[in-house]
């Protein structure tokens, strides 16, 4: 629906079909329709939705999704708030799937004196999430 080419996109079916996938978690889904809420593509940008869609296909084992929140949460999306230790703690989490977010060298969005803290602080929680496991493992 938000793709035809043999007529307009039609935005409100495509959003119905996503949602009901989202909500019954559907990881690509959860991840396409942040997508969406994050960039303001199609609909209203609104970054809390796109929050709450990322971090459930983050809670699911989505690297993509993990690094989607640790951009967030690093201020790399202006209008988000800035949480440098969970922005550390969703990159730690996904560097353990084996996903590059590229934060390192920004420091998590952090000055100077807190970007070591905040990396020691978010690797602390992404090691006790980890630990717990995810809600659900992505299919291969």
């Not at 929050?51 to 084992?61: M, N």
Request: with cysteine.
């Amino acid at each position: 629906y938000l793709t035809a080419r043999s007529q307009e996109p039609d935005v409100d079916t495509a959003l119905h079909w996503l949602g009901r996938a989202a909500g019954r978690e559907h990881v690509e889904a959860q991840l396409l329709l942040a997508d969406l809420y994050r960039a303001g593509n199609r609909v209203t940008k609104d970054l809390a939705a796109a929050a709450i869609w990322y971090g459930r296909a983050a809670d699911a084992g989505n690297a993509d999704a993990m690094c989607a929140m640790a951009r967030l949460y690093a201020g790399i999306e202006p209008g988000y708030h800035l949480d440098p230790p969970k922005a550390a703690m969703h990159d730690h989490m996904a560097q353990a799937l084996d996903k590059d977010c590229g934060l390192k060298d920004l420091g998590y969005g952090a000055s100077a004196a807190l970007a070591s803290w905040a990396k020691q602080e978010g690797v602390r929680l992404g090691e006790e999430r980890l630990a717990r496991g995810f809600t659900r493992r992505p299919a291969p």
